[in-house]
């Protein structure tokens, strides 16, 4: 692997000496990739990206900018840039004077300042807007000319901190895919928080997804869904029928488990410990089939089918298997098949391969 443009050390974070908030944290980011930390609120993302741009220290552990080591670097020397939820623009500045800020405070000359400002705000799609103040804009043009901003100084890392949070779903996804294409053309490094799975998996080369201050996993938003590494990112990433039961065996990578209700499951053993360890099965809704054809699935299961709710692009099964255990299952809509009505009685099948026995103690 390249020698990495960021990286963090043996970090540590504590507020009041007591309660670590970030607890020996090791993340490398490579130049020109999109990181995104995700996770749930108070799992210390702010805390780390905050440590990045210099407005926390770390209380122990070395941060690294381009092989250099940071830790005493004030954020103004860091050539870093920042966008925030709150867009945090002066509102007593034009638009054109918001993103000539960061040029000025570098002591750049007039006349490059505004062409590199008129170039930023056709970059965002912004172009004509200079002469207007924040007020005057929508939120989502407000948090354009932030990201022009930011990036107007040509940084090579810009940090951003659940910037498309205070927008709504449309916007967001509009932005989104805005972000992700500038950093695809400007070839930025990008290390952006977010608590919404959904902005992370579709913007991210990597996610590191974060709780009680620890990366619990750092990898593709493919592999996350695909392959969680434990109980809590199976269970933060995506919708999951969890199954609780315990080890019988191990045999070449599966695992058999006797369920709570009795039955024995053969599943791929992802983290399962030894006999007698209590697991987790992650099961997603939609690797579920309904009255498969023959031969198609591993393990097939007597359901009864209890609910099922039109969603427009899928349909959502609940039935119960195993006694009373609930199992919810998606089918596509396009795929046309009628699906069975409640009180009916259906055989669900799926692939050994997409039943994960999770440790639950790790
Ligand atoms: P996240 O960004 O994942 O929501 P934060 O990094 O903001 O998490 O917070 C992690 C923990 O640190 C939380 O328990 C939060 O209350 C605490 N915390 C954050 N900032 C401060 C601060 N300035 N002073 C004291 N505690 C803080």
Wanted: overall charge negative; glycine content about 8%.
């Amino acid at each position: 692997m390249a020698k990495p443009f960021v990286q963090l050390k043996g970090v540590q974070k504590t507020y009041d000496g007591e309660t670590l908030v970030v607890r020996d944290l090791n993340l490398e980011i490579q130049e020109g990739e999109f990181l995104t930390m995700l996770g749930p609120s108070g799992s210390g993302k702010t805390t780390t990206l905050m440590m990045l741009a210099g407005f926390e220290t770390a209380t122990q552990g070395e941060i690294f900018l381009d092989g250099k080591p940071i830790n005493q670097l004030a954020p103004e020397d860091r050539n870093i840039g920042m966008v925030f939820q709150s867009y945090a623009l002066f509102p007593h500045m034009t638009v054109a004077e918001n993103v000539a800020f960061p040029l000025q405070v570098r002591g750049i000359s007039k006349s490059v300042i505004g062409d590199r400002v008129k170039r930023a705000l056709d970059m965002v799609g912004l172009k004509g807007f200079d002469e207007r103040r924040p007020a005057q804009l929508s939120g989502g043009q407000q948090q354009r000319v932030a990201v022009a901003r930011a990036m107007v100084f040509e940084p090579k890392l810009v940090l951003m901190d659940e910037p498309l949070s205070a927008l709504d779903k449309q916007l967001r996804e509009q932005m989104q895919y805005e972000i992700k294409q500038l950093h695809h053309r400007l070839g930025v490094t990008v290390v952006y928080v977010t608590h919404d799975q959904g902005e992370a998996l579709t913007m991210s080369d990597r996610v590191a997804v974060f709780n009680n201050g620890v990366i619990q996993q750092l990898d593709t938003p493919e592999r996350l869904y695909e392959q969680p590494a434990n109980v809590f990112v199976a269970s933060f990433i995506g919708e999951n029928n969890k199954l609780y039961g315990k080890v019988v065996d191990h045999d070449n990578g599966t695992c058999l488990v006797k369920l709570e209700g009795g039955s024995t499951l053969k599943s791929k053993s992802v983290s399962a410990g030894s006999a007698g360890s209590p697991v987790m099965l992650s099961l997603r809704p939609e690797r579920v089939v309904i009255n498969p054809p023959p031969g198609t699935c591993d393990v097939m299961v007597q359901a009864r089918v209890t609910d099922v709710t039109y969603l427009g692009d899928h349909l959502r099964v609940r039935m119960v298997a195993f006694g009373d255990q609930l199992i919810v299952v998606k089918v596509p809509n396009a795929s046309q098949e009628r699906v069975v009505g409640a009180d009916n009685d259906v055989q669900i099948g799926w692939r050994v391969d997409d039943c994960h026995a999770l440790d639950v103690m790790a």
